[in-house]
Every structure is written in C-alpha cells, then in structure tokens.
C-alpha cells in the first residue's frame, strides 16, 4: 500500500483536521437549509397515513403470476446488468491507471440507471436490452473503479519479485488478481444487492420489474397491494444469502439468459435518428452552419441556463449537501442498532436491528418522498428525509459491520458514554470514509427525486423526455455528469488528504 | 473458466441479436393505451380488447403495458406500436413525430371532456363561474406532467384568466404524477389546489374515496376533445389494403360493456386531425410543443 502511495498533498490525519472538515460540511448544509424551503404547509395527512397504514397490515396479492414474473425479471436484470458489468468493469480496471480509463468510468457512472433507460428506451425500446445496458453501464463504471483501486493496493511483492519488469496481461493474472480476488467477489456480490434495488425502480420508466406495479399501486392508493409487493422484494432481498450461492452463480446465470434474453428491435434507422436529428440542439437542427443559426444557439442555451440548468444545478447540490450531512447524523445515530458492541447480549436485538436497517435501505426514496409530501407538503423537506434515511441506514449498516472489529476493554462505559467516548472516536474516521464515498451517490439519487417533481436537474431531465426534446435531455444529463464526476474528484481529493482508508463496500 | 464464460456469453448476446433480426411475413400488430384511471391490472383487461381486435381482424393482435403518456409516444413513434389510445396531448405529439399518422376514434365522453380545480377546506375557496384571484399564492399541483386534463388545459385556463404563469401564480406548484395522486394530495392539504380529470374524480366520489367535507370542485374548464385512438399511416402496406378501415369499424362497432370498461368509455366515435387542432394551438401556447418551422 505505501508503495503506491501517491498523495498529492501532504495527508492531515489529526482529529482537528478531521473535525474541521466535518464542520465545515455542516455548516454548508446549515447554510444550504437556509436557502433551501423547508416550510411545513400541511393539514390533514391522517386519513391518507391511516390507509397507508391499514394497507401495510394487509397485504394482498393481486396476481401471483404477475407477482413472480415481475420478481423474476428484477432478479433477472439485475444478475445479468452487475455480470455484464463485472466483465466490463474488469476489462476498464485493467487500464485504471489511464487518466482517460479513470474519466471514462467516472462519466458512465455519474449518470443515473434511469436515465440511461431513459435513453436506451429511445433506440430499443421498452426491451429486455434496454434494462440490461441500463444496469451494466453504470456498474460497469463503478466496479472499474473499484476493481481498479484493489488493484492500485494489492502487496506489490509479487509483481516485484518477477525477473523483468513486464506488465503484460499474464503477470497482471497471476501476480495482481489472485490477491485482490476476494475483496473483488465481496464487493461485487454486496453490489449485486444494490442492482436488485435498481432494477426495481426500472420498473418506474416502464421495464417489467416489480418496480412497474409499485409505482401504479401507490400512485393509485392501492396500500395493499403495494404492500404485497414491497414485501416481496425485501424478501427477494433479505433472502439472497441463502440461495445465491457461488457455486450456484453459472446456473442462476444461464437461467436468466433464457428466461429474459436481452434482445431489441434495433432499427439502424432510429440510432441514425437519434444521433444525428433528436439529440442535435433544436436551433442547429437541418440548419446551414452560418452567424444567425449560431446566434439561435447561444440564445437557446443562454435560456436553457437561466431557466433549466442553473436553477436544477443549485437545487441538485443544496439537496445533495443536505441530504449527505442528514444522512451522515441517521447513520451515527443508527449505529448501535446493528453493532456488537451494543447488541452482543442479545441477538434477537441485533437481528431486529439488523432487519429494521435492510427494511429502511430496500424502501424507495419514492414512497419515503411521498410519505413525506403528504405528512409535511410540498418543500424540499420530504426529499431531504427520503435521501437522509435510505443512505443513512446504509451507512449505519456499513459502520455497524465495522464496528465489530473494535475490542474494547473489559472496563469500558457502556451506553450513552460508552458510545461518545469509546465508540465514536475509534469509527469516526471510518464513518467519514464511507460518508465521502457515499456522496456521489446521493447526489446521483436526487435524480430519482426530480422525477417526483423537486426542482433538481433530474425534474427538468425528466420534463424534456416527457416533452421529447431529447436536445435538452442530452445537455442537461451531462451537466449532471459532470457535477458528480466533480464531486466524485473533490471526495477522492479529501480522503487521500485525511489519509481515510478506502474500503470500497461503501458505494 | 472465465474464458468460457465470456464466450458463452458472447454467444448468447449473438444468438439473441440474431433472433431480434428475424421478421416473418406476417408481423403481429401491436396496440397500447393510456388509461386515465385504474392502471393496475391493465394486462387483464387489455388483453381482452386484444383478443376481440384479432377476432375482428383475423391477424395477430397484442398489447403491450407503457407505463407514461412519454412511453406511450416513444413505443409508437419507433413503430413499436402501431395503435395507441392516447391523451389528448400525447396524441398530438405522436402524430408530430409520426407523419402520416391519424386519429381515427374517440370515446365518445372524449368529444366533452373536462378538467375540474379542486380546493381543500382551509383554502376558502367556493365553487364559482370562473377561476378565483385569490386562488394567486397558494399551493398547487397538477397531475402528470404530460397529462391534458391534468396539466394542458388547467394550464392554460389558468393563464388565460389569471394571466400568469402558474410559477408565478402560486407559491408551490406541483407534479403529482397521478389524477388519484392529485386528489389525495389535495384532500389531506398536502396542497390546497389542484386539477384532475372529471372522470377520475366522478369515479373516485362514486366509489366513497372523497370526503367533500374536505376537497371539493371550484370550477371546470370549458368541454375540450381529448382521448382518441391514433393510428400509424403506413400500416396499409403490411396488413392489407383495408386494414385501417377493417380496424376503425372494429373499434367503432366495439359494444361489449366489458371491453369497453377498459377505458373507461360508452362507446367510440368518429375522430379525425383537424379535431385536435385546439389541443395543438394550446400546447404551442404554452410552450408545451413548439411552433412547425
């Protein structure tokens, strides 16, 4: 690890420096909650709660058919999206250490599963190739990201014991991969939990996974059936480490093939369209290439800022601050449900601790948003709780995982003091680790919120594919990019400065 | 092993394209709709209507679920589709990008169709004879953001009485994404002003799911068409000479409650372009769709 210790600046690892950086992300959030509305306009949410609640106590299936074949298909796309991903995601880590490589797999994952639906649905339609390519690029980009920065801190001894200094494919095979194998098949199964939720919310653009009859189900106030259908992709969730077995894995993956292969009317004549007419900006379509066409351009792009661009980039990172500093309190605050060092008399505590966080991370941000629409109004409030409770319990799980390697001494305080004075400070640095690498992809998560109509860049992504205008699309997803893969640098920059280790569960 | 695994991949992504390619002579005609309630079980129902176009027909029929008016659009603009049974709204922007394209039924409450504002209680607003002022500073929300009755008309009612836009008008205004959203948001004062389609609201009042104590209709917009069936032009060619004739009786002629219940209509009538040209002057207007260059 410390050959490849290439740290631009000279790390800061004192508890100051750590503390200064905390503080600073909270003030930017305090002064984000400022500009923010935050405003509490509500009057009688209780006859909508209680049918909500009545809904969750009784499930019912409406379809087992339909039931099983939408699981099946989230199941389905998720395993072969996380597959074409790892094989991709393999190839990019072997060229990691390219700057282009590293900003090539930055760019494809800092935009959201949706939208690259979004797109893909434009060319080969609502098709079983459209939510494979949807998941596989995105993890692609994130697992070459990881894969690569396993690589970058395997033991170099082997590579260096080798007779001469070759970096040829082989070496790299025998040498490198053997070591980082296992932390690999860790992250990318944990990755793979990750890809079933987003195969689910597919289903809200129109794929057939359980996400699709979700969506209507609660849009329509159906709390029972919604339910029914929540429960069962927690169970598809919760239940995976008892039949996703290794050994299993060619025969679940050949099952899937069959079932759901991944194939599309692909007309050369739509891709041509697409590229050359739908994405081309309005004013420079079939235009001759002369001053005034030009001056139409900027005209529109200069409106396309002040109305679209400016007030979603604004939005998208004072929510996504917001929500990471939220996020960041939920997860301290939620770590002693899912530790050892609080729960270890009792595990029938930590199995319920541990079921209450999966309970909290598999629910969508959607239904949390809308929960929170109806109990609190129309402010950046709900989306705020949404983002802060989905990734703060999974920061909590991860932190709680981690806090079980800590030994404290027989003597230690328990409780309130034992937390802030013992357990606290040993995780710390690790929290902030996580936190930092979670953070990219909340920002990334405000996508899902825009389509719920909270004025992010993904509301006025959303608005331009509702009204066709794939020019402004294309603009506005890479503007998106390009804030993540900035925030994705700026994390990167303050962990290599607070020398925080980077386990790579996190993302 | 890994090998092999890429390669039996690989030969399945192959396998697969190569089926993908395939087209036999006689393709199946493929049909979508966008119900403006009730979207669950739609396979259901739907695939009735499908089974009573391939009787009438005689070539196979099917129907595919979309889960937006935006879908909807897309799967018939890359010929996906062939026939849709689109929103008012949808069904203009899809005849924009699919020339030769035509209406060629609505139902026939589409030929009056109607969006009503809705108030909560605390909101002070009564019903009256035309958009209140008051309505100004208060929160607001529509339904899908691509929706006729739920966005396009209530919009444009909205700037032409008022003569604002309804950012500038209200404090909040809102997507809920859903007529039976809308009036949930509304009756728990989550907002305290929306817009639905009538017909939504009229089922959702029979079936006791509204407290008018709570929620209640301020004003409705002027009749406009809205729902209509819209076919692709070059459908002749591929199914025979008659075939959009063949299907527009058919849909016409469609009298059986329960496949009519799907939609929810009485029955179909005649519909043709020229019909919808309020629906296109009005999304121009407000910026929904832009001017023919």
Not at chain 2, 113 to 120: G, M
Not at chain 2, 194 to 218: F, H, P
Request: hydrophobic share 50%; proline share 5%.
């Amino acid at each position: 690890m410390l050959a490849n210790n290439k740290t631009p600046d000279k790390p800061d690892t004192s508890a100051g420096a750590l503390r200064r950086v905390s503080l600073w992300f909270a003030a930017i959030a305090l002064l984000g909650l400022v500009i923010a509305d935050i405003s509490v306009t509500t009057l009688d949410p209780w006859t909508e709660l209680r049918l909500m609640v009545a809904g969750a106590l009784s499930p019912s299936v409406w379809s087992w058919s339909i039931l099983a074949s939408s699981l099946a298909n989230t199941f389905a796309f998720a395993l072969q999206g996380v597959t074409l991903g790892a094989i991709a995601g393999f190839s990019l880590a072997l060229g990691y250490r390219f700057t282009l490589v590293r900003a090539f797999c930055s760019f494809i994952r800092s935009i959201h599963e949706l939208f690259w639906a979004l797109l893909f649905i434009q060319v080969a339609g609502l098709s079983s190739l459209t939510g494979l390519l949807a998941i596989a690029i995105p993890y692609a980009g994130t697992l070459a990201k990881i894969y690569g920065e396993l690589f970058e801190e395997v033991d170099p001894l082997p590579l260096d014991n080798l007779p001469r200094r070759r970096r040829g494919l082989s070496y790299l095979f025998y040498t490198v991969v053997p070591l980082a194998w296992q932390p690999m098949a860790t992250y990318t199964s944990y990755r793979f939990e990750c890809a079933i939720r987003s195969s689910a919310i597919l289903g809200f653009v129109g794929l057939p996974t359980i996400g699709f009859h979700l969506e209507t189900a609660l849009g329509e106030g159906h709390y029972s059936e919604a339910a029914a259908l929540f429960y069962a992709l927690l169970f598809l969730i919760g239940s995976l480490r008892l039949w996703l077995h290794k050994r299993l894995l060619p025969l679940y993956l050949v099952v899937v093939f069959v079932y759901l292969p991944p194939q599309a009317q692909l007309s050369w004549q739509l891709l041509v369209r697409f590229v050359t007419e739908d994405i081309v900006p309005a004013p420079l379509r079939n235009q001759s290439f002369n001053s005034e066409t030009l001056t139409a351009f900027s005209q529109w792009l200069q409106l396309l800022w002040q109305q679209q661009l400016w007030p979603g980039l604004t939005n998208t990172l004072v929510l996504g601050q917001i929500g990471m500093v939220f996020s960041g309190l939920l997860a301290l605050a939620l770590l002693p449900l899912n530790s050892s060092l609080f729960t270890a008399k009792r595990s029938w505590a930590r199995g319920l601790g541990d079921g209450f966080l999966i309970l909290l991370r598999t629910l969508p941000e959607y239904l949390l948003a809308f929960v929170g629409l109806l109990i609190l109004g129309p402010s950046m409030l709900p989306a705020i709780l949404a983002l802060g409770i989905h990734n703060g319990a999974i920061i909590g799980h991860l932190l709680g995982r981690y806090s079980d390697q800590i030994i404290l001494r027989a003597d230690a305080s328990g409780g309130v003091t034992g937390y802030f004075y013992e357990v606290l400070p040993r995780v710390y640095r690790q929290f902030l680790a996580f936190l930092f690498y979670r953070w990219e992809v909340i920002l990334r998560e405000t996508a899902i919120l825009g389509i719920l109509g909270i004025g992010t860049l993904g509301f006025y992504i959303d608005s331009a594919f509702e009204t066709f205008r794939f020019d402004r699309a294309l603009l506005l997803i890479l503007a998106s990019a390009l804030l993540n893969s900035a925030v994705d640098q700026l994390s990167h920059y303050l962990r290599r400065r607070l020398h925080l280790k980077t386990t790579p569960e996190s993302l | 092993m890994q090998c092999q695994l890429i390669r039996s991949l690989l030969l399945i992504l192959l396998w697969t394209g190569a089926v993908a390619a395939d087209t036999t002579n006689k393709p199946e005609f493929v049909f979508t709709a966008i119900p403006d309630q009730d979207e669950s079980h739609l396979q259901q129902r739907f695939n009735k209507v499908a089974a009573y176009l391939q009787r009438e027909l005689n070539v196979a029929v099917r129907y595919v679920p979309v889960k937006s008016y935006a879908a909807a659009v897309t799967a018939f603009r890359n010929n996906q589709v062939q026939l849709a049974w689109f929103g008012g709204l949808s069904g203009v922007q899809a005849r924009r990008l699919v020339p030769g394209s035509r209406a060629i039924a609505q139902g026939y409450e589409d030929q009056f169709f109607r969006s009503y504002f809705i108030a909560h209680r605390s909101s002070g607003l009564e019903e009256s004879d035309s958009l209140p002022e008051t309505m100004a500073g208060k929160t607001f929300t529509f339904g899908s953001k691509g929706s006729t009755s739920g966005r396009l008309m209530p919009e444009y009612y909205l700037r032409q009485q008022l003569q604002q836009a309804p950012d500038q008008l209200f404090s909040k205004v809102g997507y809920s994404g859903d007529h039976s959203r809308t009036i949930a948001l509304v009756q728990s004062g989550a907002y305290q002003l929306g817009a639905v389609n009538y017909k939504v609201w009229e089922s959702e009042l029979a079936a006791g799911k509204i407290d008018t104590d709570k929620v209640r209709v301020i004003w409705q917009t002027p009749p406009y068409p809205d729902y209509q069936w819209t076919l692709r032009g070059d459908i002749d060619a591929i199914w025979g000479a008659d075939f959009s004739a063949r299907l527009t009786t058919a849909l016409l002629e469609m009298q059986d409650p329960e496949l009519l219940a799907s939609f929810p209509r009485s029955a179909f009538v005649a519909a043709d372009n020229p019909l919808y040209q309020p629906i296109v002057d009005t999304a121009i207007a407000i910026g929904l769709i832009d001017a023919e260059q």
